[in-house]
């Protein structure tokens, strides 16, 4: 009963990281079809800026956190413009090139600039205990990265259902062209959403290193899991990038806490089962 | 029916002009091969390794560059050909370079099976997703599987007979550096031919336009699959080198990285022609020797910029960008 507790709420907590960091990829590549690996890098980004600015500059954990989305959606903002726009509509292949190269650039230049090391991001005191529920006690961190996946699944699920921009950012992903003949001024909608997307993707970083921790190699080690958990929910669904960050984390903890010298063999197993079966991803519409 | 004779002129003198680019191709290669082996005498190891890895780019080749799939699990072919040959020699006594490499090929192949038939369920970003668990099933398969693999130390006990029980397998890798040059040699004669045959043909035809192809009723998919199995079998040649000639197999044959890498050396190269396969493994694999070992961070700048670059301004790679000038030009002479 304890471990199928703390498997749990560590799968709850992993998943919800998972969500925050990959949901911006999926609407991007929902709304804009590009395929997407530098995600990760943007995550590691705000995870270096948060842990300099918590340990280098001894700023509190919430500044850092706000410092983080701040400087990715910045430095995010020229590369978009330079070499996003240019592969809007090219083959897979060639985003797939881009942005593996972006990834390489943005891995070599954080380390030649931060070095090879791994990052903590000290956390503050609020956050390091655990909260006794009477029956069990769960780490807060753990509660904390919970809450704020679901502040942000609802947050998301606000927007896009219930605002303007909302209305118009599902017009541009069910016909960009039209949407733009109808006024939808979409390149507005592609960058805003550009920029939630990133900005998402180091909040993300930063509130879950404790989980997925921040070192040189980040960016390749969890861009395919990224990428994953984004084609099993089905691009641009909210409802099925969260069922698949809860159905992969699930397995994913559940391995490591059971059968860890398998590693990740029932993850990829569970992947190739459930794209087999549904190619379009779990909440993908058919076209 | 003037017509028809003119065409049918055109093509054997276009099949001549290719046989003669082939001749002086292969004249190129040995020659590389001969400037290789008089200048790096001490370094014929990376050398071989660069002939394997070529191996496996010229497979990619086939699956991404003739038939558009687009792959990042690629290396799982190569990985399935190294550990074949190796637990061959090291577990079953196979010791005879030749038989080993035969093994490398069958099991190259029928893991190229397995995955065309699992890759080639979707398109576009689900494929790349498939292909991609599928290279980390393998990786972990291979590490768990380490009564037959040594796991994450490597399978290592392999030893192999004098190639045609005449030339040792030495200390300085001449003899493992031949069979390399041999080996590649053979297999880029064999598949200048496949892509020129009407199966090619299909193929290509296939990248460009599935839906005609199955209207011709011709099953897109099972040509997929058939080319998938060749693409293995070259792989595995490559894999069975790379245990020959270093006598070791480590978990990285069988690595996304490594897979992702040799994306790179073919789009580096240029994707559908062999020789851009070729060139893209020769540019990519000697930089890496010389930039990775001042600072392996500088050589990950450095290729993510390549990429970038090459991806915007020479979309068809060093070769085909190369070609293509050259064509103009002679166009303009003439």
Known sequence: ???????????????????????????????????????????????????????????????????????????????????????????????????????????????????????????????????????????????????????????????????????????????????????????????????????????????????????PYYALRYMVTFLVVVSVGGAGSIGGALLACLILGGIDTTGRYLMPEYGEFFFYLAVIAIVCVFPRGLAGRTK | MALTMDKEAIATGSNRRAFGRDIIAIAIILALAAIGYLLFPDNLALLTRLIAIALLVLSLDLVTG??????????????????????????????DPLLMTLVGIAAGAVAGLICGIVILRAHGLPQLVLSIALIYLFHEFANKASSWTGGSDGLSGISTDPLFGLFEFDLYGHTAYFYGVALLLIVLILLRFLVRSPFGMLCRGIRQDPLRIRAMGVSPKVTLIKMYVISGAVAGVGGALNAISTQVVGLDSLSFTQSAEALVMLVLGGTGSLFGALAGTLVFMLFEDYVSAANPFHWLTIVGLLLILVVLFAPKGIYGTTAAYLARRREARS
Not at chain 1, 118 to 138: A, C, H, M, W, Y
Request: proline residues 2%; charged residues 10%; neutral net charge.
């Open chain 1, 1 to 215: 009963m304890q471990t199928v507790f703390s498997i749990a709420v560590d799968a709850l907590a992993y998943g919800m990281v998972l969500f925050v960091i990959s949901i911006g990829l999926s609407v991007t590549m929902g709304l804009m079809r590009v395929v997407n690996l530098a995600h990760g890098a943007f995550a590691m980004i705000g995870g270096y800026i948060a842990s300099y600015a918590a340990r280098d500059l001894g700023l509190g954990y919430a500044a850092a956190i706000l410092l983080a989305v701040v400087g990715t959606v910045i430095i995010s903002i020229p590369i978009e413009r330079l070499l996003y726009r240019r592969i809007y509509g090219a083959p897979e292949l060639t985003q797939v090139l881009m942005t593996i190269g972006i990834t390489f650039c943005i891995i070599g230049i954080a380390n030649y600039v931060f070095g090879p090391t791994l990052k903590t991001i000290p956390l503050p005191n609020e956050l390091q205990g655990s909260v006794d529920l009477g029956f069990r006690t769960i780490g807060t961190h753990r509660i904390f990265a919970i809450v704020c996946g679901l502040i942000v699944a609802l947050a998301l699920w606000f927007t896009i259902e219930k605002t303007s921009f909302g209305v118009k950012l599902r017009a541009s992903v069910d016909n960009a062209s039209m949407a733009a003949a109808l006024g939808v001024r979409t390149e507005i909608v592609y960058a805003v959403s550009f920029a939630v997307a990133v900005g998402l993707a180091a909040f993300g970083g930063v509130v879950g290193a404790e989980l997925l921790p921040v070192e």
């Open chain 2, 66 to 95: 003739y038939c558009g799939v687009a792959t990042l699990g690629h290396a799982a072919l190569f990985g399935a050909g190294a550990y074949a040959a190796g637990i061959a020699s090291a577990h079953y006594g196979i010791n």
